[in-house]
């Protein structure tokens, strides 16, 4: 939805390392066809020792859900190293750049497309859409300038779930799956994740894998015209 913005706490037990926010900012017609860009903030708290992490992802989605263009900057000092993808399905490629200092190319390659793919933004966009297709997904994505795939069983099955930040409970619908890559925050591996059950599968809860333990990556502040969390029936 143009104009929505979520913003997520992501916390490793009892401490809080960092805040995603990801915004749908434009709605797109090109060439007979509807896109829509999106971005995300990455950034760890200033008080949290030994992590510090700022990045930001941006996407060209289609409306069939899946990437048409992508840019993934991490701050690296003064400056930002970053990954570029333009994905050609006609030509079944994908052409890739990434580099360092905001703008210096330091490699192109190109990867072969076996047919709609996704980015590491794009997949939250997918996951919502397929929320209730009941269905196991292998889903490619290029990710870190490599093809990978992650797998989602999206089961469909309902709870009420509870945390600290909303002050009641949530009806939402859960899904689990797996990543064969690591992503920010050290991302990797078995997830789970509890979307809102009504018409706009809003993220709530996820609970994700890293190198070492888990995240709990909750939904904290939203901006979405006429929605709020749905309460669960009592």
């Known amino acids: ?20 926010r990801i915004k749908t900012t434009k709605k797109l017609n090109s060439s007979g066809s509807v896109a829509y860009k999106a971005i995300a903030y990455i950034d760890s708290y200033k008080k949290v020792p030994f ?6 992802f941006e996407s060209l989605i289609d409306s069939g859900v899946f990437s048409r263009f992508f840019v993934g900057k991490s701050r690296d000092g ?29 490699k ?12 590491g933004l794009s997949l939250f966009f997918y996951a919502r859409d397929q929320l209730y ?27 009420a779930v509870e945390y600290d930040l909303i002050d009641y409970p949530v009806d ?13 925050f050290g991302l990797t591996g078995d997830f789970e994740g509890w979307f809102s059950n ?22 904290m502040q939203w901006k979405r015209d006429g929605w709020k969390p749905p309460k669960a029936k009592s």
């Open 78 to 106: 003064d400056y930002w190293n970053f990954g570029r993808y333009t994905y050609d399905y006609e030509k079944k490629l994908a052409y890739l750049e990434s580099g360092s200092k905001d703008t210096l190319v330091e």
């Open 133 to 159: 297709s009941g269905k196991r997904q292998v889903i490619p994505a290029i990710v870190k300038e490599k093809k990978v795939y992650t797998t989602i069983q999206f089961h469909g099955r309902s709870r």
């Open 1 to 20: 939805m143009e104009g929505e913005e979520l913003v997520y706490n992501v916390r490793y037990g009892i401490f809080d390392l960092g805040q995603v």
């Open 172 to 184: 939402a619908i859960g899904f689990e799956g797996t990543m064969e890559f690591t992503g920010i």
């Open 108 to 119: 192109r390659d190109t990867l072969a497309l076996d047919g709609s793919t996704q980015d």
């Open 51 to 56: 992590v510090k992490l700022n990045a930001v």
């Open 198 to 219: 009504d018409r706009a599968r809003v993220p709530i809860v996820a609970k994700m894998k890293v190198i070492l333990g888990s995240v709990t990556i909750e939904l």
